[in-house]
């Protein structure tokens, strides 16, 4: 049996030495651009923090994969060719991509280089599996979407590598093909801005009548949540609303404290010069 490769995602450098010291075997990690995380900015690496990270694993012997794994406009493609740029020269061992034409670019431009072609290119089945080999494809990551027994088929009739998710979320329609964020909120899946929307809760109704609520228990925990966040901001404000208050009290009293003075001062000047 082949050897598996453990891979893990880090979406900052805790959560890259976390994985690297409970032994993954590789990390797939983000620019702040042309990525499937961007919604969070706070997330993701800088320029100088990705040839840190991935000098950080090259000392362990973990291998590192760049996601570009976002649909790429047409006056983008140069930008993020030259993100590919960066990380190809600072040692990156793949390249995660879903856009057909940047992966093209870079097989042609990397011989030498693994591209892998991400889940959001939705690979179900061994004819686009013999598309992306022809491409130049090293891997495919196949649509989180199948069975076992599927995966099986899909292994046995492929030539190059294949990857698929054993944890973390699965999105309620398909990877790649989803528009259920960008429609209803103008936030793109494929732009690496889901709000995964599909997770919300949802009211069944059928001739106008609700027939079903959704999962009453993860809606009475969310607006438990809502609440104790709600109750946590309005303590934080009345924290700083009192540091204003006593600050401004202390000002007030230094000024009447001060004002006291001088009239007394000025009471004293004033009957020394009568005397």
């Not at 590598?161 to 793109?188: D, K, R, W």
């Not at 009211?203 to 993860?218: P, S, T």
């Amino acid at each position: 049996m082949n050897k598996i490769e453990l891979l893990v995602p880090a979406k900052n450098f805790k959560c890259l030495k976390t994985a690297v010291e409970n032994g993954a075997d590789c990390i797939y990690l983000g620019a702040k651009k042309f990525n499937c995380r961007t919604a969070n900015m706070q997330n993701n690496f800088t320029i100088d923090e990705l040839s840190n990270a991935i000098e950080y694993c090259k000392k362990r012997n973990v291998k590192t994969y760049l996601t570009l794994n976002t649909l790429i406009k047409d006056n983008e493609l140069d930008e993020a060719i030259e993100l590919a740029d960066i990380a190809y020269k600072d040692g990156i061992n793949a390249i995660i991509v879903q856009d057909i034409g940047l992966g093209k670019k870079l097989i042609e431009k990397y011989p030498k280089l693994d591209i892998h072609a991400s889940t959001q290119t939705t690979i179900t089945n061994r004819e686009g599996i013999k598309i992306l080999e022809q491409m130049g494809f090293k891997r495919a990551i196949i649509s989180r979407e199948l069975s076992m027994k599927q995966i099986e088929s899909v292994c046995k009739n492929s030539n190059i590598e294949i990857e698929t998710f054993i944890h973390g979320g699965l999105c309620i329609s398909y990877s790649g093909q989803c528009l259920y964020s960008s429609v209803n909120y103008g936030l793109a899946g494929n732009r690496g801005m889901c709000v995964g929307s599909c997770r919300n809760e949802f009211v069944l109704r059928k001739d106008k009548k609700i027939i079903d609520f959704g999962k009453k228990k993860m809606m009475k925990w969310y607006l438990n949540m809502c609440i104790t966040i709600n109750i946590l901001m309005i303590l934080k404000f009345m924290k700083i609303f009192l540091s204003f208050y006593l600050f401004l009290k202390q000002v007030l009293f230094y000024l009447s404290f001060h004002t006291k003075i001088n009239k007394s001062w000025c009471k004293m000047f004033k009957s020394s010069r009568k005397n």
